[in-house]
């Protein structure tokens, strides 16, 4: 086995905080002359051009995650990589088992990105047996890591997982790359140039991210004569779309909501807009709420753990109960408010891509 070697292994490249977080930790890894496999059930994704060429891809080409074990199997009997580091909770539960199947032969890193709450019950049976298999599976991975002490403390406390096997290690949202996408185009190439005032909404169109409330919350806004020239951003795509869009038809807001769908950057948006708005009813970590620090963008966000946990005593920030007229309330505060990212840079460095990856070389 090459010590000087690591893998990656993730369902595919499309958007997600999982995927974003690995491409970082994979391109930093190997301009530190690691050799690193990047393994995807399939090749497919808008993020795969994100991932640096001396990277090595490894397309199982598996239509189904569940179709996948045999071959992680495989991977992981001829493999000279020392670590295999994992994430989805699918993507963990099949690497422990092919890892057992395998007589434990690689180092096994499991992340762990969320919790098993209301996100978990809207996937039926997947949803239901995640809990059962992560009691019983995860104390066979070498190490655990939570992206949050939120995560950890729930693993802890609710999944009964030994606290000596758990790691908490933060997601990388720091990076060269990160800092160039900024002014990679600009916000009026996308946005047609009369929407100048402009908040915004970052995330999956899935009921976790509650951008109902949000718009709930802009309708309500929208009468205050300071707002009505305000718009509403929308980047993100999922099964909610189009009953948001409807929504959206249905209180008049047409005329000042913009769904833009999935954005690979859309970094020069969020540096542009007022203020960032996220409602969602769970958050284990956000990566948007660290972008936005980074980018001095002010933030309304409701009172999720991940929120608390990353965001509480920031002067940029306003948390709030998960209630349509508090919402309102906050957002019209920082609109009237002068309020810049405070957040110092001793804080944001505990998201920087390098010392992200040093955590990690301490436990593969």
Known sequence: MKKNKVSFFVPSFFAGGVEKSFINLANNFVVNGYEVDFIVSR??????????????????????LRYTFYKIYLYIKKTDSKTLITGSNYCNFLAILANLAAFRRINLIITQH??????????????????????YLYR???????????????????????????????????????YKDIDSYKFTDVLSSEISDYIVFLGRLEKVKNCEATLSAFSLLREEKKARNLSLVIIGDGADRLYLEKFTKNNNLSNRVYFLGSLTNPLPILKNAKLLINTSLSESFGIVFIEALALNVPIVATK??????????????????????????ALLE????????????SKLSEFDVETVRLKYTEII
């Open 43 to 64: 090749k497919i994704g808008e993020f795969q051009n994100d991932l640096n060429s001396r990277v090595q891809i490894i397309d199982l080409d598996v239509r189904r």
């Open 114 to 135: 969320n919790y098993q709450d209301i996100e978990s019950k809207n996937l039926g049976f997947r949803g239901s047996i995640a809990p059962f298999l992560i009691k």
């Open 140 to 178: 066979y991975a070498n190490t655990i890591v939570a992206v949050s002490q939120g995560v950890k403390t729930y693993l802890v406390d609710e999944m009964k997982i030994k606290q000596d096997k758990i790691k908490v290690i933060y997601n990388p949202v720091i990076t060269e790359k990160f």
């Open 304 to 329: 999720t753990k991940g929120a608390v946990e990353l965001l509480d005593g920031s002067k940029c920030v306003r948390l709030v109960e998960n209630e349509v007229n508090s919402i309102k309330e």
């Open 334 to 345: 920082m609109l009237d408010s002068s309020v810049n990212g405070l957040l110092c840079d």
